[in-house]
Nanobody, 114 residues
Framework: QVQLLESGGGLVQAGGSLRLSCAASGIVVSDNAISWYRQSPGMSREMVADITAGGSTYYLNSVRGRFTISRDSAKNTVYLQMDSLKPEDTAVYYC????????WGQGTQVTVSS
C-alpha cells in the first residue's frame, strides 16, 4: 500500500522560505520518480518539481532557481525547499508517485503573504 504524507506547509511572508517533506511508505523513493504539484483555488493542479530515480530534476519555469527538490534515502523522504517565496506560490502542495495509477498525498497548505 503506497502512502505519501506531506508536512511543512504554513504561513510565510513574501521573500521567506519553507521546506516541505513527503514521507513515503510502500515504495522506495530512491528507486522511483516523485513529483511535487500544487493547486490554487480555481486553478488546475500543476507540476512544480520532479526528481527521477536517477536523480535528474525538473522544475516549473516560474520556480526554477527558487525551489529545490531533493530526497533522503535513509528517511525515504522527498523534500521541496522553497526560497524567495512569492504570493503567487500560495497553493495546496501535493507529492505524487505514478505507477499504473497516480498516488497523491493529502496535501499541505502554503500561504505567502505580501
Amino acid at each position: 500500500q503506497v502512502q505519501l504524507l506531506e508536512s511543512g506547509g504554513g504561513l510565510v511572508q513574501a521573500g521567506g522560505s519553507l521546506r516541505l517533506s513527503c514521507a513515503a511508505s510502500g515504495i522506495v523513493v530512491s528507486d522511483n520518480a516523485i513529483s511535487w504539484y500544487r493547486q490554487s483555488p480555481g486553478m488546475s493542479r500543476e507540476m512544480v518539481a520532479d526528481i527521477t530515480a536517477g536523480g535528474s530534476t525538473y522544475y516549473l519555469n516560474s520556480v526554477r532557481g527558487r525551489f529545490t527538490i531533493s530526497r533522503d534515502s535513509a528517511k525515504n523522504t522527498v523534500y521541496l525547499q522553497m526560497d524567495s517565496l512569492k504570493p503567487e506560490d500560495t497553493a495546496v502542495y501535493y507529492c505524487a508517485f505514478q505507477s499504473w495509477r497516480i498516488y497523491w498525498g493529502q496535501g499541505t497548505q502554503v500561504t505567502v503573504s505580501s
